[in-house]
């Protein structure tokens, strides 16, 4: 409950900050809604002329962007823009003020950059995953959809676990510029490429190393059937593992942290 | 049972050596060399509650680096530390909720909301009652004068205003221990002064333990009954300013102003800075300061005369130089 309250004052300040500038505020919903209509563009011009990929038919392949998108939508409103910050606050020992307030800065640093203009987000990907599963025809019902959602939310935590791992690394390195631009360039990719299209070392990257592979494919499979018993154990672990390791990773980070001597 | 309690309490930090020019460059691409770099060497100090303490040392003499392990913002790598009963860098809730921590050059507040939205975060961070948050900022806002300012836009604000609502902030939840890292650096003359009032004013009425962090002496001289000095990590005096003061400086500055033209000369043994046939300006030991001003006042026809301490940097670098340091003069601004 207390947690509760505390995030709702941070997007209070967060909304309050953004309204002192009118421009950059309607303008947000402008910028995160072009780049999201340049991403289908870019799709249709991949997809718009076969009917299947990778044994995935359209139906299919729609809602895989449409989930991808969610995915991408869910972490720009809540946490990307704080957790993006990290490798600046370490690097210039703003991280300071966080370490010695009576709140985890790391909880702190997920929720107070919360950005309102990519919400229009979530329903456009939305409605493209509900188009996708028309396009499908595939029945759904209550249980599939909530399932599908627990995927989109357990992936969800596994992409914040991944910007965590990596922007924690500038606890130890002095400059990880380059490990953005790669983390940029993967999502990119994934982006694009369901997960089954990967076969022996980049199913290995892209499944169990650095999981983009898996991120919108998984419940994909689940919601259109075509998600195996291991696919869904492995998913899980992913998540659990990859959790537990971005946690310990910052406490070790924290705990290495130099404050800009 | 002390507030801080630290012994032997050592920071040594990891450093990249890179040769210089381009072969060095490349040589550290394939070859990295690190030095270990001691910031703080086997530091002990203890505090009690209530203190108002100066820690004073020229640049890269390692007080911040204390202040730090003493929040717990870095780890210690060895030693003995001790913080309100806490091991500082488990970073416990409980423990940061019982001091607070001002640096001057880093701001808590946000630049483009007003100072009450801070305040509110604070409120929520700390968990303060609404009747004490309440208390807390009329009673400071009175203290410190600012009413005008709390729905002010923070960037509006001068250096001066922007300072004494980040103590505000700091005091909002009666923290038993303050840290105080240059809280005065970029003020004015006036407006460190009122600082300076607010300080000894907090340290009285809470009984606020302070730990004070400065280049201006002044800070240190008129608000800290002790003070630690540190240099290349290590302690070199711990104990009363005054005494410290009276050890170190030894002279004193008399200016004279003639009531008419005179032929003075400044006596043996003194340091004249000036001289004119209508002033004089010289230092000389304190203990000849009296008798010689007397004396001249005597035998001159003073339009005006006055007796300083001497200028409080040159004690400093005399503090320094004589425990054999290497000031780096910014110590006494």
């Not at chain 1, 998600?227 to 924290?254: E, K, S, Y």
């Not at chain 2, 050596?17 to 040589?27: A, C, H, Y």
């Not at chain 2, 711990?238 to 008399?254: A, C, E, N, P, V």
């Not at chain 2, 046939?277 to 006055?306: C, E, M, N």
């Given at each position: 409950?207390?947690?509760?309250?505390?995030?709702?004052?941070?997007?209070?300040?967060?909304?309050?900050?953004?309204?002192?500038?009118?421009?950059?505020?309607?303008?947000?919903?402008?910028?995160?809604?072009?780049?999201?209509?340049?991403?289908?563009?870019?799709?249709?011009?991949?997809?718009?002329?076969?009917?299947?990929?990778?044994?995935?038919?359209?139906?299919?392949?729609?809602?895989?962007?449409?989930?991808?998108?969610?995915?991408?939508?869910?972490?720009?409103?809540?946490?990307?823009?704080?957790?993006?910050?990290?490798?600046?606050?370490?690097?210039?020992?703003?991280?300071?003020?966080?370490?010695?307030?009576?709140?985890?800065?790391?909880?702190?640093?997920?929720?107070?950059?919360?950005?309102?203009?990519?919400?229009?987000?979530?329903?456009?990907?939305?409605?493209?995953?509900?188009?996708?599963?028309?396009?499908?025809?595939?029945?759904?019902?209550?249980?599939?959809?909530?399932?599908?959602?627990?995927?989109?939310?357990?992936?969800?935590?596994?992409?914040?676990?991944?910007?965590?791992?990596?922007?924690?690394?500038?606890?130890?390195?002095?400059?990880?510029?380059?490990?953005?631009?790669?983390?940029?360039?993967?999502?990119?990719?994934?982006?694009?490429?369901?997960?089954?299209?990967?076969?022996?070392?980049?199913?290995?990257?892209?499944?169990?190393?650095?999981?983009?592979?898996?991120?919108?494919?998984?419940?994909?499979?689940?919601?259109?059937?075509?998600?195996?018993?291991?696919?869904?154990?492995?998913?899980?672990?992913?998540?659990?593992?990859?959790?537990?390791?971005?946690?310990?990773?910052?406490?070790?980070?924290?705990?290495?942290?130099?404050?800009?001597? | 049972?002390?507030?801080?309690?630290?012994?032997?309490?050592?920071?040594?930090?990891?450093?990249?050596?890179?040769?210089?020019?381009?072969?060095?460059?490349?040589?550290?691409?394939?070859?990295?060399?690190?030095?270990?770099?001691?910031?703080?060497?086997?530091?002990?100090?203890?505090?009690?509650?209530?203190?108002?303490?100066?820690?004073?040392?020229?640049?890269?003499?390692?007080?911040?680096?204390?202040?730090?392990?003493?929040?717990?913002?870095?780890?210690?790598?060895?030693?003995?530390?001790?913080?309100?009963?806490?091991?500082?860098?488990?970073?416990?809730?409980?423990?940061?909720?019982?001091?607070?921590?001002?640096?001057?050059?880093?701001?808590?507040?946000?630049?483009?909301?007003?100072?009450?939205?801070?305040?509110?975060?604070?409120?929520?961070?700390?968990?303060i009652p609404e009747k004490t948050y309440k208390r807390n900022v009329d009673d400071f806002v009175e203290l410190f004068g600012v009413?005008?300012?709390?729905?002010?836009?923070?960037?509006?604000?001068?250096?001066?205003?922007?300072?004494?609502?980040?103590?505000?902030?700091?005091?909002?939840?009666?923290?038993?221990?303050?840290?105080?890292?240059?809280?005065?650096?970029?003020?004015?003359?006036?407006?460190?002064?009122?600082?300076?009032?607010?300080?000894?004013?907090?340290?009285?009425?809470?009984?606020?333990?302070?730990?004070l962090t400065s280049h201006y002496m002044e800070d240190v001289r008129t608000l800290c009954p002790r003070c630690v000095v540190i240099?290349?990590?290590?302690?070199?005096?711990?104990?009363?300013?005054?005494?410290?003061?009276?050890?170190?400086?030894?002279?004193?500055?008399?200016?004279?102003?003639?009531?008419?033209?005179?032929?003075?000369?400044?006596?043996?043994?003194?340091?004249?800075?000036?001289?004119?046939?209508?002033?004089?300006?010289?230092?000389?030991?304190?203990?000849?300061?009296?008798?010689?001003?007397?004396?001249?006042?005597?035998?001159?026809?003073?339009?005006?005369?006055?007796?300083?301490?001497?200028?409080?940097?040159?004690?400093?670098?005399?503090?320094?130089?004589?425990?054999?340091?290497?000031?780096?003069?910014?110590?006494?601004?």
């Amino acid at each position: 409950m207390k947690n509760l309250r505390f995030i709702l004052l941070l997007l209070k300040l967060r909304l309050s900050h953004m309204m002192v500038f009118r421009l950059s505020f309607f303008g947000a919903f402008f910028a995160d809604g072009t780049l999201f209509l340049m991403q289908l563009l870019s799709f249709s011009v991949i997809y718009g002329q076969v009917d299947a990929i990778g044994g995935w038919s359209r139906g299919q392949m729609l809602v895989f962007v449409g989930t991808f998108s969610m995915i991408n939508a869910i972490n720009m409103t809540v946490y990307f823009f704080g957790l993006i910050n990290i490798p600046e606050l370490i690097r210039g020992g703003g991280l300071d003020l966080y370490i010695t307030k009576p709140v985890n800065p790391l909880f702190r640093l997920t929720f107070e950059n919360a950005d309102p203009g990519s919400v229009p987000l979530l329903c456009l990907s939305g409605a493209i995953i509900a188009y996708g599963l028309s396009v499908e025809g595939a029945p759904l019902t209550a249980p599939l959809i909530a399932g599908y959602v627990a995927f989109v939310l357990i992936m969800t935590l596994l992409y914040y676990d991944m910007e965590l791992i990596l922007r924690t690394i500038p606890f130890f390195v002095i400059s990880a510029a380059a490990i953005d631009r790669l983390e940029g360039d993967l999502l990119t990719l994934n982006f694009k490429i369901p997960g089954i299209i990967y076969k022996g070392g980049f199913k290995i990257l892209f499944y169990f190393i650095m999981p983009y592979g898996i991120m919108a494919t998984v419940p994909t499979q689940f919601v259109t059937k075509t998600l195996t018993p291991a696919g869904l154990v492995h998913a899980v672990c992913a998540a659990a593992l990859f959790t537990v390791f971005a946690l310990w990773f910052w406490r070790f980070g924290l705990k290495h942290y130099k404050s800009a001597m | 049972m002390s507030l801080i309690h630290t012994k032997d309490l050592t920071k040594t930090f990891r450093i990249f050596e890179k040769e210089p020019g381009l072969t060095g460059s490349v040589k550290s691409l394939f070859n990295r060399k690190f030095i270990d770099k001691t910031a703080v060497a086997n530091f002990d100090l203890c505090v009690e509650q209530g203190e108002f303490i100066g820690l004073i040392g020229p640049n890269g003499s390692g007080k911040t680096t204390l202040v730090k392990m003493l929040t717990g913002i870095i780890a210690p790598s060895s030693g003995e530390i001790s913080v309100l009963g806490f091991y500082p860098n488990k970073l416990e809730t409980l423990f940061k909720k019982q001091y607070a921590v001002v640096m001057g050059q880093k701001s808590q507040l946000f630049f483009e909301l007003t100072p009450m939205d801070t305040f509110r975060l604070f409120k929520e961070l700390y968990g303060i009652p609404e009747k004490t948050y309440k208390r807390n900022v009329d009673d400071f806002v009175e203290l410190f004068g600012v009413s005008e300012l709390l729905n002010v836009q923070v960037r509006t604000l001068s250096l001066g205003e922007r300072m004494k609502l980040e103590l505000i902030a700091a005091l909002l939840h009666n923290p038993g221990l303050l840290f105080l890292d240059e809280p005065t650096i970029g003020l004015d003359a006036a407006t460190q002064r009122n600082m300076r009032g607010f300080l000894r004013e907090v340290n009285s009425r809470k009984s606020t333990t302070i730990i004070l962090t400065s280049h201006y002496m002044e800070d240190v001289r008129t608000l800290c009954p002790r003070c630690v000095v540190i240099n290349g990590g290590k302690k070199i005096y711990d104990g009363g300013t005054d005494s410290l003061f009276d050890m170190y400086q030894s002279r004193k500055k008399i200016t004279i102003t003639f009531g008419r033209e005179t032929d003075f000369i400044p006596p043996e043994g003194a340091e004249t800075l000036e001289r004119s046939p209508y002033r004089a300006v010289f230092i000389l030991p304190k203990d000849q300061a009296g008798k010689i001003a007397a004396q001249i006042t005597r035998d001159y026809d003073i339009a005006d005369i006055s007796i300083e301490e001497e200028e409080i940097g040159k004690t400093v670098e005399k503090i320094y130089a004589a425990k054999g340091l290497n000031n780096e003069t910014e110590a006494g601004a």
